[in-house]
T-cell receptor
Framework: AQSVTQPDIHITVSEGASLELRCNYS??????LFWYVQSPGQGLQLLLK??????LVQGIKGFEAEFKRSQSSFNLRKPSVHWSDAAEYFC?????????????FGTGTRLTIIP | DGGITQSPKYLFRKEGQNVTLSCEQN?????MYWYRQDPGQGLRLIYY???????QKGDIAEGYSVSREKKESFPLTVTSAQKNPTAFYLC?????????????FGEGSWLTVV
């Protein structure tokens, strides 16, 4: 079974600074990988996804993520954060061989932006 | 607009009562899901359905029931057997084709037991 770990529960970053949120997964082959963002009391919005091909994927709102097979990681990055980026971020992994029916989520990283 | 609609947004339940959360999608997606979210625990899968009139248990199905009589609807009933039902519930769906591997979410429903 697949699993995903987000080691940072809470991260604080100054506005305009760069950001990297960590995500490590466990799966026997190349999984499907996702990053979602959630504002308080809202649903989850897809930021980006990786299925195959180029290991650096671009998403919405200026986010990108890089799949590194050797490290079993899919870290999310943004070169310069904005106050509106404050939210909770979830990494998720799906199993291609089962049609991705059971998406497994990490426990999330809460991002705080300070002026 | 296409999307996933959950209702109600906020729901209060007395202990011993069953409640039903509604989820409707107009995306023509085949698969639908219910997740439960608790602080610090991420999202956990309750039930999912890949096709009409069929559904499977997820990781925490005890105390919940679902039906899938129509493609666009996947209601979740939280029964009195669910010992700790206070949580944020998220409905999701997934289609086929180019977007077939991506799950999209509704805005969620808050359930509080009083």
């Amino acid at each position: 079974a697949q699993s995903v770990t987000q080691p940072d529960i809470h991260i604080t970053v100054s506005e305009g600074a760069s950001l990297e949120l960590r995500c490590n997964y466990s799966y026997g082959a190349t999984p499907y990988l996702f990053w979602y963002v959630q504002s308080p009391g809202q649903g989850l919005q897809l930021l980006l996804k990786y299925f195959s091909g180029d290991t650096l994927v671009q998403g919405i709102k200026g986010f990108e993520a890089e799949f590194k097979r050797s490290q079993s990681s899919f870290n999310l990055r943004k070169p310069s954060v904005h106050w509106s980026d404050a939210a909770e971020y979830f990494c998720a992994v799906g199993a291609p061989d089962f049609g991705n029916e059971k998406l497994t989520f990490g426990t999330g990283t809460r991002l705080t932006i300070i002026p | 607009d296409g999307g996933i609609t959950q209702s109600p947004k906020y729901l209060f339940r007395k202990e011993g009562q069953n409640v039903t959360l509604s989820c409707e999608q107009n995306l023509n997606h085949d698969a639908m899901y219910w997740y439960r979210q608790d602080p610090g625990q991420g999202l956990r899968l309750i039930y999912y359905s890949q096709i009409v009139n069929d559904f499977q248990k997820g990781d925490i199905a005890e105390g919940y029931s679902v039906s899938r009589e129509k493609k666009e609807s996947f209601p979740l009933t939280v029964t009195s057997a669910q010992k700790n039902p206070t949580a944020f519930y998220l409905c999701a769906s997934k289609g086929k084709g180019n977007s077939g591997n991506t799950i999209y979410f509704g805005e969620g429903s808050w359930l509080t037991v009083v």
